[in-house]
Structures are given as C-alpha cells and as structure tokens.
C-alpha cells in the first residue's frame, strides 16, 4: 500500500512538474505585458503596484487556501490510484489471507417424482435352413450371438437370448426386462430460501449466506403398491453444500451416489402420499433461481417464498413474485411465488444489483477532489449569506481536515466493509473541518462531504445527488431571503 501511494505520488509529481514550463511561459508574458504598461502609463503602474502590495499579505493567505484544495486533491488522487492498484492486485492474486465466497449464482432445479416399472421387450428373427446348415459347419449358431449386440445402461433387469430350431429353421429370440419409469406430478412444492447478505472487509465481493428448506408431497397413482423414485438435483453454483438433508416420512436418507442428484427410491402403498423435506445451507453471490423444468411441466401446487435483506431484481421473461412485502427503508423484502393448477416452462430468477466495487471505489475517489472545492466554495457563500467573517487561514484548514478524512476512507476499505470505512472518513473529516472553521459551517461543510457517499446508493446516484443540490439550493435562498428582509 505504502510504496504504491509512494509511486502514485511521483506520477502526479511529474505531471505537475510537466505543467512547469508552460506556466514559466505565461507569467513571462504577464510579466512582459506589465513592463510594456509601466512603459506607458508609469503613474498608473506605479498605482497598481501600490494596490497589489496593499493586499499582498491577503492575497497570499487566500492562496494558501488554493493551495490546501490543491494539496487535497493531490493527495486524494493518489489514494484513488493506490486503492485501485491494490484491489487489482487482490482480485488477481493465486492466494489470500482470507477465506473468500465459494459459491456464485445459484440454480436449484425443482425435483421430480417417477413410477418404477418393469417392462419386457422381445424380439426374434427366423434364419432360413441353408443357413443353419452352413453354421454347423463352421462351428455352431454360438458364432451368430456377437453380432446381435448386448444392450447396455442401468435400467436392464434381465437379459435373456438365445436360438431354437424349429423344423427346418433357425430362431433366434431376445427377451429384455427393462425399468422404466413413469413421471409423478408433486402434489405439493413448498420452497423457502434465506438470504443474508455479507459485506467482508478488505473489499473484497459481497456475498450471501442462504438456507434452502423445501417441503414435498406425492402420491402413488395405482390401485396397489408399487415402487417410486424421488431425485432431488444438486443446485449448481452453490460451492460447498453444508447440514444436506433428505428426509423422507420423517426418516432421513442419505445418498451414497450423486451423480444424479440425491435420490430415493421406496415401496409405496396404493393412494399413499410420500412427504419429502430438503434443507442444506450455502453461499452464493449476485443472484439465485429456481428451475421449475426444461419444457413445460404441470405445475398443481407451488409456493416459493425469498427472504433477502437486498432489494432485487427479476430476469426478464421469468415468473414475477405474486406478492411483495418490504420493509419501511426498502432494504429487506419477502418476495414469494404462489401458482396453482398453471402449465408453464417459465423458471424463477432472482438478481440482486451489485455494481463493482472497483468501479464505486474509483467514483470516489474522482469525486473526492471535487467535494473538497466545493466545501471551500460552499463555506464562502455561507459565509457570503449569512454575514458572518470567513478567514482563509481557518477555512484552509477545514479543506485539509476535510481531504485527510476523506483519504482515511480510502485507507479504511483495506480493513472495513466499503461502506463503514467510507462513513467514518466522511465523520473524521467533517470533524477536523468544523473544529478547524467552527460550528457556523457544519452545514456547508455537511453539504460537501455527502457528495462521495451518495455513489455508494448503488442505482441511486443521479436522485441523490438531484435532491443534495435541491437541499443546497434552498438553504442558500432562505438564507439571502432572511438577509435582504433584515
């Protein structure tokens, strides 16, 4: 961190130490152009230098104000650049100090249900006599098998074949017992996903801590026992799977193969309902869907209920929630999704907005010069409306409270979560900028040091930033308002 603040301070020196020479430039020619006047007109040069030295001692602490913006912005510059280089060098580092998310967006995919039945399948094939005769002299029907192909796959039960002679001929005769399954519908999907979400310090990216519980409910279609599978797929996305539970009539199970997802397999009465329950917890980032099926499947009873505590967004084109409930500030909802007897291949998408961190931290660290000039501007229009004696000594000080505090922001991200860190560089400036200037100024001074923290709204920036200017503009009015009725 120190030798990249270092790097970036000698870059920005240089480039000011490029501008040296045009402005070596220019005050030649200011100089020149005062010589040819005082060539000119001597009385009235002679009175302008007297003007000037007058107000030089002024002029010069005013200049110090310049000076402590320049200063400001100079050292949240290299803040800027030294932030960037470091996240930069953490998103692409092969190792870290700190455990990181292990899951990403997440799909669930909505279990199915299957009736297991054995069919038989037969086939057979009649060889005329000369053939038959021509393979006893070449060693026997034996021979002929290989060339009928073996079925393969886990769903063959039996396998039987084998040639007769019948008369004159020769059969051969291939009897199969495979198992096959029948979908089930679910008569009931109650879904319930928890997502708390996480800030870590040191920025890196935000993620989420979810619970997955779901209950569900089918029924044995026949007129007598028979045999079901319910195969309940691994989401996809979702890293490390912690406390997985499949219980199955209040029995837990647990799968030893999951290559097809975690399954069960049991005899069921006829007309006896099976009720499933599924919890495991997990972590993911950005967003988290459910996939209802692959084409479109008939949907009897669903209910899916998302608890987040980040607003969110829907996919386009997916199932939009049939109810929302969200709190007072708008930061925790209770999205859900209740449909009955519909037919539909839509899924369920949930995104929550997320913009990079890079990104915002870069927009802060731009803005930040700017809200230190306009904190000195701010502070001598207050002063302007409101009759009251503004020293450039003490607002030079506030600007360099103002811009230290600001820096400690940037610094602070490294060990807080980005809005903490952002916060307390705000409070600790706004505090040596109104111990520096005074009381009077907290407003101005309040006005100016909000402008970095409205990008970290997320979508919201262009509104706040809309109602700040609003919230400037009529504080100033009110004020030249009670000044020209005095």
């Known amino acids: 961190m120190v030798?990249?603040?270092?790097?970036?301070?000698?870059?920005?020196?240089?480039?000011?130490?490029?501008?040296?020479?045009?402005?070596?430039?220019?005050?030649?020619?200011?100089?020149?152009?005062?010589?040819?006047?005082?060539?000119?007109?001597?009385?009235?040069?002679?009175?302008?230098?007297?003007?000037?030295?007058?107000?030089?001692?002024?002029?010069?602490?005013?200049?110090?104000?310049?000076?402590?913006?320049?200063?400001?912005?100079?050292?949240?510059?290299?803040?800027?650049?030294?932030?960037?280089?470091?996240?930069?060098?953490?998103?692409?580092?092969?190792?870290?100090?700190?455990?990181?998310?292990?899951?990403?967006?997440?799909?669930?995919q909505a279990p199915h249900a299957s009736l297991l039945q054995s069919t038989i399948y037969t086939r057979s094939i009649t060889l005329p006599a000369e053939v038959y005769a021509r393979l006893q002299v070449n060693g026997g029907w034996e021979t002929l098998l290989p060339y009928f192909g073996n079925p393969n796959g886990q769903t063959v039960?039996?396998?039987?074949?084998?040639?007769?002679?019948?008369?004159?001929?020769?059969?051969?005769?291939?009897?199969?017992?495979?198992?096959?399954?029948?979908?089930?519908?679910?008569?009931?999907?109650?879904?319930?996903?928890?997502?708390?979400?996480?800030?870590?310090?040191?920025?890196?990216?935000?993620?989420?801590?979810?619970?997955?519980?779901?209950?569900?409910?089918?029924?044995?279609?026949?007129?007598?026992?028979?045999?079901?599978?319910?195969?309940?797929?691994?989401?996809?996305?979702?890293?490390?799977?912690?406390?997985?539970?499949?219980?199955?009539?209040?029995?837990?199970?647990?799968?030893?193969?999951?290559?097809?997802?975690?399954?069960?397999?049991?005899?069921?009465?006829?007309?006896?309902?099976?009720?499933?329950?599924?919890?495991?917890?997990?972590?993911?980032?950005?967003?988290?869907s459910y996939l209802l099926g692959q084409r479109r499947e008939s949907v009897k009873n669903f209910d899916l209920t998302i608890n987040a505590d980040r607003p969110a967004k829907f996919q386009r084109y997916t199932l939009f929630p049939t109810s929302q409930t969200r709190t007072a500030l708008g930061t925790a909802q209770v999205l859900r999704w209740q449909l009955q007897d519909v037919i539909t291949a839509q899924d369920v998408a949930v995104v929550f907005t997320q913009g990079s961190l890079r990104e915002t931290l870069g927009k802060l660290g731009l803005v930040g010069p700017l809200a230190v000039l306009l904190a000195a501007l701010l502070c001598g229009a207050w002063a302007g409306s409101r009759r009251l004696r503004l020293m450039p000594l003490p607002l030079a000080g506030a600007v360099l409270g103002l811009s230290l505090g600001l820096v400690l922001g940037g610094v602070l991200t490294f060990y807080l979560p980005v809005l903490l860190a952002q916060l307390l560089g705000v409070l600790v400036g706004l505090a040596l900028a109104v111990t520096a200037l005074g009381r009077p100024y907290l407003v101005p001074l309040t006005l100016a040091a909000l402008i970095p923290l409205v990008f970290l709204s997320g979508g919201h920036a262009s509104l706040l930033l809309v109602l700040l200017a609003g919230v400037t503009l009529v504080l100033f009015l009110r004020n030249w308002g009670v000044k020209r009725a005095i």
């Open 3 to 108: 030798q990249t603040a270092l790097n970036a301070l000698l870059d920005a020196l240089s480039s000011v130490l490029a501008l040296a020479r045009p402005v070596t430039l220019i005050a030649a020619g200011l100089l020149l152009a005062l010589f040819l006047i005082g060539l000119l007109d001597r009385e009235r040069f002679r009175t302008g230098l007297n003007w000037v030295g007058a107000r030089l001692p002024l002029l010069g602490h005013w200049a110090l104000v310049a000076l402590a913006v320049g200063t400001g912005a100079l050292a949240l510059n290299v803040t800027r650049r030294a932030v960037d280089a470091r996240l930069g060098a953490q998103q692409s580092a092969r190792y870290a100090n700190a455990a990181d998310p292990d899951g990403g967006q997440t799909t669930q």
């Open 157 to 288: 039960q039996d396998f039987r074949e084998g040639f007769t002679r019948r008369g004159r001929n020769l059969t051969y005769t291939r009897d199969v017992t495979l198992q096959t399954e029948q979908p089930v519908n679910l008569d009931t999907s109650k879904v319930t996903a928890d997502l708390k979400f996480v800030d870590p310090a040191g920025g890196r990216g935000t993620y989420y801590n979810a619970v997955f519980n779901a209950d569900y409910t089918f029924t044995n279609p026949q007129k007598e026992a028979a045999t079901l599978r319910f195969a309940f797929p691994l989401p996809d996305g979702s890293g490390t799977l912690s406390g997985f539970k499949l219980t199955v009539n209040g029995q837990a199970f647990r799968a030893s193969d999951l290559a097809g997802g975690s399954v069960w397999t049991g005899d069921v009465a006829a007309g006896q309902s099976v009720r499933v329950n599924v919890t495991y917890r997990h972590q993911g980032a950005k967003g988290w």
